[in-house]
């Protein structure tokens, strides 16, 4: 309970109960917000630290699965915040730009990226000297354009499991496009959004830059955390593997000399047999065999 009234207060601090003036809400906001001052709606705090939680908890299970969760901000105010957050636990992001099809046309996203790799490998190992200066600017220019577009996805070798979104409405495309294909999706959702759209709605402030500093801030540790969990299980499953092979080499180990020591026994065993069967042949009497020469009788002398 203090943890939460600690979060809240945090919350409350950041200005995340700020929703926007009445006449541009979304009826559908109604359950999460807590009163309306001065003409603006307030978000009930009490709801935002609940689903903010609750969206944790499954980002940090998604992340401990191992699968990709990408983050998607094209709002001024949260580029830079949303860029370092997913930087700092290796996630693949998009804030310049959501460019049509970046999910439903994986394959061929894909391909622009190949692209911008392969100019990048060009310009960097000597391969485009051969190249005139005109052509070379060009290839820098044309690299510079798609880094700035794809590159926080140049990692991202297959679709994400998971997409997190600062404002729904401004990203309606990457919402609609991860619906088509059965991404789960989390979101900040303003009082002007429609927070049945996304699987995941936190509602909060999606406007001001420290609403979004704390909340995707939140959300990454929670995402660490999951990394870090995957990573000492994984350590403890090769520790506890490394252990079975040791147990296992020591097994073979062990019938190996068991083996042999029998097969020592074995011969010896018929080395006794061996020596038996001569020594009995040794004692048995021998017959004596007459030789060429004539025996004279006895008591014969000469006539």
Known sequence: MEN???????LLEAGVHFGHLKKKWNPKMLPYIFAEKKGIHIIDLNKTVDHLQEASAALKQI?????KIMF??????AKEIVTE??????????????LGGMLTNFNTVRKSV???QSIEKMLND??????TKKERLTLTRDKEKMEKVLGGIAQLGRLPAALFMV?????????AEAKRLGIATFGMVDTNSDPNKVDFAIPANDDATKSIAIITNYITAAIAEGLAERQANKDEEDSSEEGSNENEAKARRLEQEAQAEGGRGRGRGRSADASAASGGAAGAPKRRVGGGGTRRPAGGGAK
């Open 114 to 116: 190949k692209k911008m």
């Open 167 to 175: 404002d729904i409405s401004v990203e309606h495309i990457a919402l």
């Open 85 to 98: 957050c997913a930087k700092r636990v290796n996630m693949p992001y998009a804030t310049e730009r959501w």
């Open 72 to 77: 998607v901000a094209t709002k001024k105010q």
């Open 63 to 67: 992340a401990k699965s191992g699968k």
């Open 126 to 131: 000597g391969s485009a000297e051969s190249l």
């Open 4 to 10: 939460n009234t600690s979060l809240q207060q945090q």
